[in-house]
């Protein structure tokens, strides 16, 4: 996990885009995780966790894995779990650039944030 926050910090720091603080649930793996909690004390980065049984406060998230459970992993059938995985940077791909999301105005997320297909949607800053 704490490879994978790194290598997420790392990416988004090429983009330019350097993160205050990371909200999680209050799973072990976070809680517990001394290597995440060094990496983001040296980084600078705040670890907020949620209170427990209050899964609105991470909605985002959780509207998130509704929609890709929904449209990418029981949207169809798949041969086996490597058709399933296959399918899933197209389904991605799809989410991002042309379906349209009424948190913005019908409209899909990267061309509401300005990018072009091969980049990652910038945040909007507040």
Sequence with gaps: MTAFVARALTFYGG???HPEGLQTDNAWA???NNS???LLTQRGIRHRRIP???PKRNGKVERYQQTLAREWAHGQRYRDSN???AA???WLDHYNYTRNHSSLGNRPPSPAFGT????TPRP???
């Design 30 to 32: 976070y809680v517990h």
């Design 52 to 54: 427990p049984r209050t």
């Design 15 to 17: 983009l330019g885009i």
């Design 36 to 38: 995440l909690r060094e």
């Design 83 to 85: 058709a399933r995985a």
């Design 124 to 126: 909007r800053r507040r």
């Design 116 to 119: 072009n297909r091969g980049t």
């Design 88 to 90: 899933l940077p197209i």
